[in-house]
Nanobody, 132 residues
């Protein structure tokens, strides 16, 4: 069973940066074959997709929600079992628990958005607090 562990969350003032990491274990294929995504759950809201990347074999294209464009960057690690989310120019509305997720089917990440239900492996999340 694939498991993810996120890290790198914390407290930052508006305008600051955080780099989230997600390490996978239990992979039957290396992570290049999975579509990957980062999701956020803000207090009182449902978990929402923030960014995703197609599997590398499908071209590795990315999708960002409008609020993340130009500020967040998703990358795959060279170690083939890690995923990163670089977040710059953070705003108070970026506050929430961030989860990484993946799907071996390759579905779930589309040019128009993320389909949460199609991601079948999830981490436990890491808290991001943006406040002055």
């Amino acid at each position: 069973q694939v498991q993810f562990v996120e890290s790198g969350g914390g407290y930052v003032q508006p305008g600051g940066s955080l780099s989230l990491s997600c390490e996978a274990s239990g992979l039957t294929l290396d992570l290049d074959y999975y579509a990957i995504g980062w999701f956020r759950r803000a207090p009182g809201k449902e978990r929402e997709g923030v960014v995703c990347m197609y599997s590398r074999v499908s071209g590795g294209a990315t999708y960002y929600v409008d609020s993340a464009k130009g500020r967040f960057t998703i990358t795959r690690g060279n170690a083939k079992h890690t995923v990163y989310l670089q977040m710059n120019s953070l705003k108070p509305e970026d506050y929430g628990v961030y989860y990484c997720a993946a799907t071996a089917s390759g579905y779930g990440c589309y040019s128009h958005g993320l389909s949460k239900s199609e991601f079948d492996s999830w981490g436990q999340g890491t808290q991001v607090t943006v406040s002055s």
